[in-house]
């Protein structure tokens, strides 16, 4: 199954390191509640847009966790891992992170399929949007605008050989 595990560049700098991250995680993918409140069938075209849907519901996760992390860069960062369907648990509440999961699984860099990372571009608005998404989370529509800036952002797609020279950048 594949999961998209919301981190900060301090979390991808460990997996880095020392080659893993030890389980369990809080990820995201395409659960039952997911693809209920999409309203999709099971055709391969679909799972891409659940997928997508999973993936950018990780990238505000992102967000969360890097408003706690003062040594992170202010980007948004999300690995895509591929793990055993049966590592997987949905956590999502019905009118909440739907896609929202926990996983046993170690990931180890065989695991991974992808680093998703926003561009220097996004940084000022990221960095904006890290210090009101908690405010967005509970309501504000002024918070949200702000999020919605940093989440206008594509982010940047990364080969598991990409990511060593993609954080060195940064």
Known sequence: MRVYLPATTTVL????DEGRLVGPHTVFAVTPELRSFYELSDSDAD???LEYAALLAAARASLRLVDVDPGAARRRVVLAA????GSVTPLGDPDTDRGAARTD????AADIASAHIDVAEAEEDVRKAVSVVLEADL???DAQFVVDQAEGHELAWYATQE???ALDLL
């Not at 700098?13 to 880095?16: E, H, M, V």
């Not at 699984?105 to 180890?108: E, F, G, K, S």
Request: glycine share 10%; aromatic share 4%; no cysteine.
């Open 13 to 16: 700098r460990q997996f880095l």
């Open 47 to 49: 799972q891409e847009e």
């Open 82 to 85: 591929d793990v055993t369907d």
């Open 105 to 108: 699984a170690d990931l180890t």
């Open 139 to 141: 309501g504000s529509e």
């Open 163 to 165: 990511i060593g020279p």
